[in-house]
């Protein structure tokens, strides 16, 4: 067997002895079980393992034992990134966790759980001195000893973003001269002066992207002879003359790439660019103002339909031609109050013989949601008005019982409140003060609230 794959199924704990018939593993995943401890021994003969996934377990919780990554000689990368790692202090530890892995060059420690790793002890890279790439992104450092890097002089990729550094020392990065990427997004960094005092001549690729630097200048991306990629996205770059150069630079340079630069000096493609995206930008603002509109007005213009109609009738018009009447009571509720009217007004209503008009069940599928209030009010002798504080917060709900009075406004004695808390009157919305008609009609108030 050369792979093998547990990836979450909760295991725990590891105990000391559980691999070792695994031989020839060269591949190992255990991520997402969340483990919490990893007991000395845990990986003895996994003695060719390459590649081990531990991410996204527990691991940490517990303090690693001097001897938990014991016997594992071959391994190359190791996936520590979301567990637990946490430390008071930056000063050195007695046994650092991944000091027995004297073959490692891939390392990811990104985004340690709970508050993060918050120090980074001195001494915890004592004896990688073949790792090649460090991930460290997210983990709340906001100071790194000077010597933490001094046991990995073949660091190539060094990944820091995320982490509140405000400021990189020059000391940091001395010990590692054959940096091929370095990322240091959204770090806090106010300048990148430390790169001229730095002899970074291998770098290729620099992210500073979303820090606080304001200038670079021609000394400082001087010092780096091979830079391929240059991402200062997200910085306070200033448009004065000492940074300038710097647009020249990165316009003309045929080397150089970077992220989010402008290239395109056509003028009229730009203006046609911008006066499509700026007619494209009207049209759905348009759009969508007619749709409010809609939404808001057809409301009030029915409102003002039933007032007249209702003024018509005081004066011996009819304001509407009855229906026939297919209900007792439409039922008016908020959703959250949808399991009490089901078990305990239904069966009481609907078990003396009464016919319920109920949304979720006797609106017509397809007919527009407007039409089916005014149709099913209409069509029932009441309208019940389930009351809580939810239900006066609830849009649809609030125009049933603007129909009901409607047809209050039309001397029709249709509307009943029944409320399940008790909501004192300065909390009521003013549409109910303004109403004399329904504090004066039939109101119940629910035995409890």
Wanted: hydrophobic share 45%.
């Amino acid at each position: 067997l050369e792979a093998l794959d547990l990836r979450s199924n909760y295991l725990s704990k590891l105990p000391a002895g559980n691999f070792a018939n695994f031989t020839s593993l060269l591949l190992l995943n255990v991520a997402d079980n969340q483990t919490a401890e990893a007991e000395d021994g845990a990986f003895d003969g996994l003695a060719s393992l390459g590649r081990f996934d531990l991410g996204g377990n527990k691991l940490g919780l517990q303090p690693l034992g001097p001897r938990a990554f014991e016997g594992l000689v071959n391994l190359t990368n190791l996936e520590f990134n979301n567990n637990y790692l946490h430390y008071a202090s930056a000063g050195a530890v007695r046994s650092p966790p991944f000091a027995p892995l004297r073959s490692l060059t891939h390392l990811f420690l990104n985004s340690q759980r709970r508050d993060g790793m918050v120090n980074f002890p001195s001494n915890f890279l004592e004896g990688l001195a073949t790792l090649q790439e460090l991930h460290a992104g997210e983990l709340y450092l906001s100071v790194l000893d000077a010597g933490t890097f001094l046991p990995t002089p073949n660091l190539r990729y060094l990944d820091l973003g995320s982490n509140p550094l405000c400021g990189v020392e020059p000391a940091l990065l001395r010990p590692v001269p054959l940096l091929d990427e370095l990322h240091l997004r959204g770090v806090r960094l106010d300048d990148v002066a430390f790169l001229s005092r730095l002899n970074l001549s291998l770098l290729r690729v620099l992210r500073v992207s979303n820090n606080r630097v304001g200038e670079v200048s021609a000394a400082e991306l001087g010092a780096l002879p091979r830079l391929q990629l240059l991402d200062v996205v997200g910085n306070p770059l200033s448009c004065g003359c000492d940074n300038a150069w710097l647009r020249d630079f990165l316009l003309n340079s045929s080397r150089v790439q970077a992220p989010g630069l402008c290239r395109d000096r056509s003028g009229p493609l730009l203006f046609a660019c911008c006066s499509c995206a700026v007619a494209l930008v009207m049209l759905t603002a348009t759009v969508f103002r007619f749709w409010r509109w809609h939404r808001f007005w057809r409301w009030h213009l029915l409102y003002g339909y039933h007032l007249l109609a209702a003024w018509l009738g005081e004066r011996g018009r009819p304001a509407r031609q009855p229906g026939p009447i297919r209900y007792d009571a439409f039922v008016s509720y908020n959703s959250d109050d949808e399991e009490w009217v089901a078990h305990q007004l239904l069966p009481q209503l609907e078990g003396a013989g009464m016919r319920l008009c109920l949304h979720h069940r006797d609106f017509v599928p397809g007919k527009d949601i407007v039409d089916n209030i005014m149709d099913g009010i209409y069509a029932s002798r009441r309208t019940l008005c389930v009351v809580m504080r939810s239900y006066l917060r609830s849009e649809w709900y609030s125009k049933e019982l603007q129909v009901a009075a409607f047809r209050l406004e039309e001397n029709q004695d249709v509307l009943v409140l029944l409320f399940l808390e008790h909501i004192p009157h300065n909390e009521l919305s003013a549409y109910f003060r303004m109403r004399r008609t329904i504090r004066s009609r039939t109101y119940i108030t629910w035995p409890g609230a």
